[in-house]
């Protein structure tokens, strides 16, 4: 890498991928810590600006919806600026405060479907580094016999030092672990490093740069999507009880245990919105799933459109005589209507509540109603707080709803109030390719229910706090997790009784468990953050808090917002009530703003003064605009115009230096709308290729964007990047929208310019012009539009007497031996003002420069940029 960037006296390696838009993140780690479940993520990520003004460092993260975050803070250039966990109402004002005062870290969030995304950036000085460190936690729950934690990569370039850092701590003992990502590639498979043994788990990804690589010379990165593990613990008992400083945690999942037989209800929104690809994924995951009903269970369908069908007026038992005709039904299932969601609903429950009244399904089966919907009910009661009254009270806590929310159309909040009131849970459905893929996964979680009514008892004298503690039904693959802490900080010993309603008889036990057990459990742990519980217990008592207040109201919802904030608080958790906010010092921005300023006004005037500068013996050549050709000449202290017309898309030879390597053309582009008559047609240049074949560089130009390509390795830049590359042969400094200076070879320098016109301009697009300086560095044999000029040239001008102008009077001049005929004219010098330009005043000569140019205008199309 023969490239370098020079940025205040210092050189850095530049010309690498690693470096996109002038920032280099060069270290980015995932380091997370699992303990008893219980996960906290830190995700450290180290950047450097590599540009010549300060610019903006993004920190994208998509964390888990489950997450909490933790911490956050920055450190820029040694000095760290940490965030506070703020009330939300009292982070905006000071975010606001901050973004009125343009101390801008922007915190930004995002949904996705398993994940949240945040967005934190910051300005920072050129050559500055900023260290961002975010630390989440959650706790990973099982499901389908395995907990799984997945972190969300996309590092968007090649990082020099990437790794995920994955250590577990089981005390029950690890049975498996799994860790796998969608972007692992074969080759990649060796790169996951994987251990366990007993307690102890662990995961490390560490792929180098090239491992990175999309393939094998490229610059994108593959490392863009989940990574995913998995493990599972052993299970000796049906419980684990685990008891540290004053509180616990116990776990509940029993294995071995036989399937309740289940009632289940689907309760289908049929209503014309549904129409299309909804039903049509509708029906294909009503038929898988047909394919996993057991044959002792009961199921009915109802839909509802503006009227309610049921397909049969009582639960029907999943013979294959019945699971047959109920694929006929579910087949011509169609569309139909508004959307009389109390209706079917009510139905559902009447349904259930008949069965189990005439004793028409087992005693010990577990029943279950889905919902899907994707609208908001119209016909019928449409209220939602009167369906949801309504609902509570048919259901009576008998049996869990599940709402399924399809598509964005539905109130989501309203299926999420219902769902929670009657013990079960709302779901979004995302409208995809995968949706009934959604719909199938959401059955597999509660299609294996294995215990009902299930109830942990704690003391009730010794314990404050405890989370959540009887549940409707326990699934296979789950995992009940309760937390609570001793009324008294000094109880070190607990003793629990768990009662459950399996599908044979009733499970019940005793569990005893003390601080000392749980400490020899935990003697080999080297990382446990021995607040591990507490927090975990924070964790769940958060969410459950949240939970309950979604569906409160008046007083209960006050005191249950006031809970989860002092909470939140407390324990550092970002959740829906609080906010982490960062603030830099005020004068940083300052500080970084005259740096940008000084930077671009010196390059400006740099470029200008070599080629205004009138004592000097140096020679300008322009082109630019319509395309005219302005040559100076300095000894005469005037300068010779002239036009080329040709078509756009065709491309004219500028510089061509057979002895440097050096060559110059120029793309022509027209005017949005094409002018009937060719002739009056404007052309301009809208593309530059500037090209070194000796040093195997190319440099690329249009109104967009900036290509420097070496041998294979190409850099995109934009006009909104402020870059300074140098290298032994060339030079190159982008000052955002306005221009670049290039120098090649240690010898000749151009300055393109942008011109933007107004985006809605009917006509006119942007174009560049092209500024030559220091062209003696070019050799004798240097040809071109331009290039020829660059020998010097002298002229005499004679007869000046009126034209067809009054105010342009024309002459005669003798160059290179010939009479022309010129005119008195000026054209736009655009570099020091580029929207309205200089008026210079030189000779114009006619016809595309004929008698001026060597041969004629058109020996000097070519065939292509290169
Ligand atoms: C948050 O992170 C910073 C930076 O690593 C650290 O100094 C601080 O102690 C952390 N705060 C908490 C509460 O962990
Ligand atoms: C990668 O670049 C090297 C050096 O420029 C070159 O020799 C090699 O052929 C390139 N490989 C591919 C696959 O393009
Ligand atoms: C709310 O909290 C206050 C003060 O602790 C208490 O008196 C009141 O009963 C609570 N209200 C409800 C509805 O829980």
């Known amino acids: 890498m023969w490239w370098q960037c020079f940025v205040k006296g210092l050189f850095f390696s530049f010309f690498n991928p690693q470096v996109v838009n002038g920032i280099e993140i060069y270290s980015m780690k995932i380091?997370?810590?699992?303990?008893?479940?219980?996960?906290?993520?830190?995700?450290?990520?180290?950047?450097?600006?590599?540009?010549?003004?300060?610019?903006?460092?993004?920190f994208d993260v998509e964390l888990p919806k489950t997450a909490f975050i933790t911490n956050f803070s920055m450190t820029i250039d040694g000095v760290t600026y940490p965030g506070y966990i703020k009330e939300k109402e009292a982070a905006k004002q000071e975010y606001e405060k901050a973004v009125s005062k343009g101390q801008t870290a922007g915190l930004v969030k995002a949904s996705g479907r398993k994940t949240e995304k945040f967005t934190v950036s910051v300005n920072i000085a050129a050559a500055s580094k900023v260290t961002f460190e975010l630390t989440y936690e959650e706790l990973l729950k099982r499901q389908f016999g395995k907990y799984e934690m997945f972190i969300k990569v996309?590092?968007?370039?090649?990082?020099?030092?990437?790794?995920?850092?994955?250590?577990?701590?089981?005390?029950?003992?690890?049975?498996?672990?799994?860790?796998?990502?969608?972007?692992?590639?074969?080759?990649?498979?060796?790169?996951?490093?994987?251990?366990?043994?007993?307690?102890?788990?662990?995961?490390?990804f560490k792929p180098t740069l090239d491992q990175q690589r999309t393939c094998a010379n490229c610059s994108?990165?593959?490392?863009?999507?989940?990574?995913?593990?998995?493990?599972?613990?052993?299970?000796?008992?049906?419980?684990?009880?685990?008891?540290?400083?004053?509180?616990?945690?116990?776990?509940?999942?029993?294995?071995?245990?036989?399937?309740?037989?289940?009632?289940?209800?689907?309760?289908?929104?049929?209503?014309?919105?549904?129409?299309?690809?909804?039903?049509?994924?509708?029906?294909?995951?009503?038929?898988?799933?047909?394919?996993?009903?057991?044959?002792?269970?009961?199921?009915?369908?109802?839909?509802?459109?503006?009227?309610?069908?049921?397909?049969?007026?009582?639960?029907?038992?999943?013979?294959?005589?019945?699971?047959?005709?109920?694929?006929?039904?579910?087949?011509?299932?169609?569309?139909?209507?508004?959307?009389?969601?109390?209706?079917?609903?009510?139905?559902g429950i009447e349904i259930l509540n008949a069965a189990h009244e005439e004793k028409f399904v087992p005693k010990r089966s577990a029943s279950i109603i889905?919902?899907?919907?994707?609208?908001?009910?119209?016909?019928?009661?449409?209220?939602?707080?009167?369906?949801?009254?309504?609902?509570?009270?048919?259901?009576?806590?008998?049996?869990?709803?599940?709402?399924?929310?399809?598509?964005?159309?539905?109130?989501?909040?309203?299926?999420?109030?219902?769902?929670?009131?009657?013990?079960?849970?709302?779901?979004?459905?995302?409208?995809d390719s995968d949706s009934a893929l959604q719909l199938q996964g959401f059955y597999d979680e509660v299609s294996n229910p294995m215990l009902m009514d299930v109830e942990l008892h704690y003391p009730e004298n010794e314990i404050s706090g405890l989370t959540k503690n009887s549940f409707k039904h326990f699934y296979d693959g789950s995992e009940i997790v309760v937390a609570g802490r001793f009324a008294d900080i000094n109880q070190n010993s607990l003793t629990v009784d768990v009662k459950g309603e399996g599908a044979n008889d009733v499970l019940s036990f005793t569990t005893q468990q003390d601080a000392e057990q749980t400490a020899k459990a935990f003697q080999e742990q080297e990382y446990i953050f021995g607040d591990y519980i507490e927090r975990l217990w924070a964790y769940l008592t958060i969410e459950q808090l949240l939970e309950k207040r979604t569906?409160?109201?008046?007083?209960?919802?006050?005191?249950?917002?006031?809970?989860?904030?002092?909470?939140?608080?407390?324990?550092?958790?970002?959740?829906?009530?609080?906010?982490?906010?960062?603030?830099?010092?005020?004068?940083?921005?300052?500080?970084?703003?005259?740096?940008?300023?000084?930077?671009?006004?010196?390059?400006?005037?740099?470029?200008?003064?070599?080629?205004?500068?009138?004592?000097?013996?140096?020679i300008c050549f322009t082109v630019d605009g319509d395309p005219h050709f302005i040559i100076s000449v300095p000894q005469k202290e005037d300068a010779i115009c002239f036009n080329i017309n040709e078509k756009p898309g065709d491309v004219l030879s500028l510089i061509n230096d057979p002895v440097t390597g050096i060559t110059v053309n120029g793309e022509l582009i027209g005017d949005k709308r094409a002018n009937s008559d060719a002739k009056s047609q404007n052309t301009y240049f809208g593309k530059l290729g500037i090209a070194n074949k000796y040093l195997n560089l190319k440099v690329t130009v249009t109104s967009e964007k900036i290509?420097?390509?070496?041998?294979?390795?190409?850099?995109?830049?934009?006009?909104?990047?402020?870059?300074?590359?140098?290298?032994?042969?060339?030079t190159l400094i982008i000052n955002k929208e306005k221009n670049l200076v290039l120098s090649m070879g240690g010898?000749?320098?151009?300055?393109?310019?942008?011109?933007?016109?107004?985006?809605?301009?009917?006509?006119?697009?942007?174009?560049?012009?092209?500024?030559?300086?220091?062209?003696?560095?070019?050799?004798?044999?240097?040809?071109?539009?331009?290039?020829?000029?660059?020998?010097?040239?002298?002229?005499?001008?004679?007869?000046?007497?009126?034209?067809?102008?009054?105010?342009?009077?024309?002459?005669?001049?003798?160059?290179?031996?010939k009479e022309l005929t010129v005119t008195r004219g000026w054209q736009k010098d655009y570099r020091k003002d580029p929207k309205h330009g200089i008026d210079i005043p030189c000779w114009f000569v006619h016809n595309n420069g004929a008698g001026l140019i060597d041969g004629v205008h058109t020996d000097y199309i070519v065939s292509s940029l290169f």
């Not at 089981?170 to 994987?194: H, M, R, S, Y």
Request: charged share 25%; glycine share 6%.
């Open 220 to 347: 994108q990165s593959l490392l863009d999507g989940d990574f995913t593990v998995k493990y599972d613990v052993k299970r000796t008992t049906p419980d684990n009880l685990q008891i540290v400083n004053g509180y616990f945690v116990h776990f509940f999942a029993p294995t071995n245990l036989p399937q309740l037989p289940k009632n289940i209800i689907f309760v289908i929104d049929i209503s014309g919105s549904m129409s299309g690809r909804e039903i049509e994924q509708t029906r294909e995951a009503l038929l898988k799933i047909l394919d996993d009903i057991r044959d002792d269970d009961f199921f009915n369908f109802i839909l509802f459109g503006s009227d309610v069908h049921t397909w049969k007026e009582k639960l029907i038992k999943a013979t294959p005589e019945n699971l047959d005709e109920a694929r006929k039904f579910v087949r011509g299932i169609d569309t139909e209507g508004m959307t009389n969601l109390y209706g079917g609903i009510m139905k």
């Open 370 to 431: 889905i919902m899907l919907t994707d609208g908001q009910p119209n016909v019928g009661i449409s209220n939602t707080e009167d369906i949801r009254t309504h609902v509570k009270k048919a259901i009576e806590g008998k049996y869990p709803l599940y709402n399924l929310g399809f598509g964005y159309g539905v109130d989501y909040g309203f299926l999420e109030k219902m769902a929670l009131e009657n013990k079960g849970l709302a779901r979004r459905i995302y409208p």
């Open 154 to 204: 996309k590092p968007k370039q090649l990082v020099k030092d990437f790794e995920i850092d994955i250590s577990i701590f089981e005390p029950q003992g690890i049975t498996e672990l799994e860790a796998e990502g969608t972007f692992i590639t074969n080759d990649l498979q060796n790169v996951i490093k994987k251990t366990f043994s007993d307690k102890k788990g662990h995961i490390s």
């Open 31 to 58: 380091d997370s810590k699992v303990t008893s479940r219980f996960a906290r993520n830190v995700i450290t990520s180290q950047a450097v600006n590599r540009g010549n003004v300060h610019k903006e460092v993004f």
């Open 747 to 817: 010898g000749a320098s151009f300055v393109v310019v942008l011109h933007q016109v107004w985006k809605k301009h009917p006509l006119h697009q942007d174009f560049l012009g092209l500024y030559t300086l220091k062209s003696h560095k070019l050799s004798e044999q240097t040809h071109g539009l331009l290039g020829q000029f660059f020998h010097p040239i002298d002229f005499t001008i004679l007869e000046i007497h009126p034209g067809s102008d009054p105010k342009k009077p024309d002459a005669t001049m003798i160059i290179k031996n």
């Open 707 to 730: 290509t420097v390509q070496n041998g294979n390795e190409k850099t995109p830049f934009t006009w909104l990047d402020s870059v300074t590359l140098q290298q032994e042969g060339l």
């Open 551 to 618: 569906a409160a109201t008046g007083e209960e919802k006050e005191n249950l917002t006031a809970e989860v904030l002092d909470l939140s608080l407390k324990y550092k958790f970002v959740t829906p009530l609080t906010s982490m906010v960062v603030t830099k010092p005020e004068d940083y921005d300052n500080q970084a703003g005259i740096a940008d300023k000084t930077t671009e006004e010196y390059i400006l005037t740099e470029a200008l003064n070599l080629c205004i500068t009138k004592q000097t013996p140096v």
